[in-house]
């Protein structure tokens, strides 16, 4: 997350991730988000991944000892303990302690005194961040490589899990629109296996992996690319380091985290690759426009969408 040195200036107020310090506060009064933003600049770009992780994984950092925590993450133990002290921590446990003291997942967010406005303002910033860093990692040449490989493959299948099941299901609707043989897997109660046996080196694969993945996430990425399959990964820090050495079209997503984690940078790249998608199949394509106007005969045949 590109973090701009800017905090609240709200008074007296306590979220699930950050506290606002009064004017003149000493570090240690400041929250985790604070303090981030705060130290942003003068990090590293490995101690950046390290805090883009934390922030959108904090339930992970509350559940995880510093072991466990670098072999989520894909960054070293050296490289969090440094982190940690940049911050003003003195060690992990202090840490963990203010993580602990800012986010309880699951609890109500406590808001003591806050207008309406300056909780949207909050919101915003932290959105926008998240989508500026997202949107500026992005390699134009991978995104005109993906998105026409998405356009001209005879089978695309969108693949998620957990938190990844509903960006990955908002991109096959998008993308049924443009054209056909879109796959949404896997099927509810269903297992993939079977699925993947379908596809072959002219098809491409496109996995949201954001929060929480299955064990077997890199499992089938590999057996994807066994089978010559074009691989395009929407994912975060956690994931890109999950696949190291594979070859993918990965694109990074800043999750930024409040009380739950926010997806809206994920959900942006969905809207970014429909378009692109569109853009290559071409708005006057006289199959797209067919297959436009025979989805509209079909929705009033049905009724589906009402008056």
Do not use: W
Not at 51 to 60: E, Y
Not at 99 to 124: F, K, Q, S, Y
Not at 139 to 162: F, K
Not at 262 to 280: K, M, Y
């Amino acid at each position: 997350m590109i973090f701009e040195k800017k905090i609240s200036q709200a008074s007296n107020v306590e979220t699930s991730t950050m506290a606002v310090p009064d004017e003149g506060a000493g570090a240690a009064d400041l929250g985790l988000v604070a303090r981030i933003r705060g130290s942003y600049e003068s990090l590293t770009a490995t101690e950046r991944e390290a805090a883009q992780f934390i922030l959108g994984h904090l339930t992970d950092v509350l559940m995880c000892n510093s072991v466990e925590l670098s072999r989520l993450s894909g960054i070293s133990q050296p490289t969090l303990s440094r982190l940690y002290r940049k911050l003003g921590y003195s060690n992990a446990g202090e840490f963990r302690r203010d993580v602990r003291r800012i986010h309880r997942p699951g609890a109500p967010e406590t808001v003591r005194n806050v207008r309406c406005d300056d909780l949207l303002a909050d919101h915003l910033l932290r959105d926008s961040e998240s989508l500026k860093h997202t949107f500026e990692d992005i390699d134009r040449a991978q995104l005109d490589s993906a998105c026409r490989d998405m356009a001209m493959a005879p089978h695309v299948a969108v693949v998620g899990y957990r938190n990844g099941y509903p960006v990955a299901l908002h991109l096959r609707e998008q993308l049924l629109q443009l054209r056909g043989n879109i796959d949404i897997l896997p099927h509810p109660g269903q297992s993939i296996a079977e699925e993947l046996t379908d596809y072959s080196s002219d098809d491409v694969a496109v996995i949201v992996g954001v929060g929480r993945r299955p064990p077997f996430f890199a499992r089938l990425v590999d057996v994807l690319l066994e089978r010559g399959v074009t691989v395009v990964v929407i994912g975060d820090v956690a994931a890109r380091n999950a696949l190291i050495g594979r070859n993918v079209v990965f694109f990074n997503v800043a999750l930024n985290s409040h009380m739950l984690s926010s997806f809206t940078a994920a959900f942006a790249l969905v809207a970014l690759f429909a378009d692109e998608v569109g853009e290559r199949l071409g708005s006057d394509d006289v199959d797209v426009r067919k297959r436009i106007e025979d989805i509209n005969d079909c929705f009033e045949t049905l009724g589906e969408l009402g008056d």
